[in-house]
């Protein structure tokens, strides 16, 4: 769950045992060790909507000496503090939440987590993605820091409702049909906030890290360069056109404001990973069926996807390990699934039917068990660099000065690289 400000958005790719994920960061609780009656209790650090919430009841119900403490936080702060408390030695959760977006930074810090090889996690190397398992795979090969939770396949929710009352289709082909490039995207939001004087999008932010997503290369080349002239700029061109359009609501993910505008109607689409879902639906029940789900421009791509941790700091590894295997188990991946939106990291779920036929009745049900999956599997996914991470938290800091009104349009691209060069050192 970018997601940073997002699925940092705050993903929920795709929540936790299939979200986007990524950990909170905040320390760890004191309640972390054994009580006096043995009971155990495990702090998780995330974001977002990692579907948690009623399988931590099903675990406790099952396991009478755990007690399970979610400590949901925002996306950008939980990685700096986890960071903070891998350095200070102390503070950290039982278990981390990671997004991809950071992973490359933690795993070059694999000394400080446990090696789940060293607990048998490799038997499930094969069940994985291959791409996603070296994710979170030390440079030598030899330390496993994280299980995958979620990948962040993309596509598009839309306010079915909203768009009728901009003269505007409403099926999801007609509207997937719409919007082939991003550049027909801008104008059809144009054509919306003319009819209805309304913003067309959440937030500037949440057009660029999709969009950078697609590009082959993103921040950094494999030998960790900045690439800024590359895919960088063709993201941060369609943000700042956004804005100028008069076509972003400026609302940060994951806070207050964002979160109401999913019912007020403050924006009619937005760039939708899996993990998105689970979001939508927790924070605006009432809005059923009036969302619906389109391809994204520019065809496929990913934002976000998560990892579970345990950093060595923990003083529950073995019960800390025990829930995560727990986690990973079909049973689980497809409830979360189910539940949330967040699309397993284990291509082999894709085909059960409880997956491959189900439909998101939220969603105007939308076949969603055929419209992530399909995009997960054809993902070629970006290489992100140990500097992704505060480089992109940089930029979008600079596209939210413009959408604030404090950096003009036009010096926006040359302040954006001089902060992700900042950020690069």
């Known amino acids: 769950m970018r997601r940073s400000t997002p699925r940092w958005l705050r993903v929920a790719a795709v929540g936790l045992v299939v ?6 960061c905040s320390g760890r609780s004191t309640t972390g060790d054994s009580g006096g009656d043995g009971t155990v209790t495990l702090k998780i650090n995330f974001w977002g909507d990692f579907g948690l919430q009623d399988l931590k009841a099903r675990y406790e ?48 810090q694999a000394d400080q987590f ?65 919007w082939p490039s991003w550049e027909e995207f801008l104008a059809v939001g144009a054509q919306y906030t003319a009819k209805t004087k309304k913003k067309f999008v959440d937030n500037a932010t949440n057009l660029f890290n999709p969009i950078l997503g697609q590009q082959q290369v993103g921040f950094y080349d494999q030998n960790e360069q900045l690439q800024m002239e590359g895919g960088p700029k063709v993201a941060f061109d369609y ?23 999913f019912t007020s109607g403050a924006f009619a689409v937005l760039a939708c990973p899996a993990w998105m879902l689970g979001h939508i639906q927790n924070t605006a029940p009432g809005t059923k069926g009036k969302w619906d789900i389109a391809a994204v421009p520019g065809g496929g ?10 950093p060595k700091q923990g003083k529950n590894v073995d019960e800390a390990y025990r829930f995560l295997e727990w986690l990973i188990q079909p049973e689980q991946q497809i409830e979360v699934f189910k539940t949330v939106g967040n699309l397993p990291s284990q291509p082999a779920l894709y085909t059960d039917p409880a997956i491959a036929d189900f439909k998101n009745e939220f969603f105007n049900a939308a076949p969603v068990g055929q419209i992530f999956p399909k995009m997960a599997e054809g993902l070629t996914p970006q290489y992100l660099g140990k500097k992704n991470g505060p480089t992109r938290v940089a930029v979008e800091n600079v596209i939210n000065r413009v959408q604030n009104g404090t950096l003009k349009s036009d010096a926006a691209w040359a ?9 690069s050192k």
């Not at 795979?137 to 299980?147: C, Y």
């Not at 690289?417 to 950020?423: D, H, I, Q, R, T």
């Open 19 to 24: 979200g986007s994920l990524v950990v909170a």
């Open 301 to 310: 791509g990913n934002w976000g996807g998560s990892f579970l941790t345990i």
């Open 239 to 261: 943000a700042v056109k956004a804005v100028d359009a008069g076509l972003s609501a400026n609302l940060t993910s994951f806070q207050a404001d964002w979160d109401k505008g």
């Open 415 to 423: 302040e954006a690289v001089k902060e992700a060069e900042k950020a």
């Open 61 to 108: 119900a099952e396991n009478k000496n755990v007690k399970i403490a979610l400590n949901s936080g925002e996306y950008n702060a939980q990685h700096e503090d986890l960071q903070k408390k891998l350095i200070a030695g102390s503070g950290a959760p039982d278990i981390a939440a990671i997004d991809e977006g950071f992973m490359v930074q933690f795993r070059s």
């Open 114 to 178: 446990v090696n789940l090889l060293d607990k048998g996690a490799g038997k499930y190397e094969t069940n994985y993605l291959p791409w996603k398992w070296k994710q979170s795979l030390s440079a030598d090969g030899q330390t496993q820091i994280g299980l995958g939770t979620d990948v962040g396949g993309l596509a598009m929710c839309y306010r079915t409702d909203l768009f009728e009352a901009a003269g505007l289709p409403t099926e999801r082909d007609q509207v997937s049909a719409l």
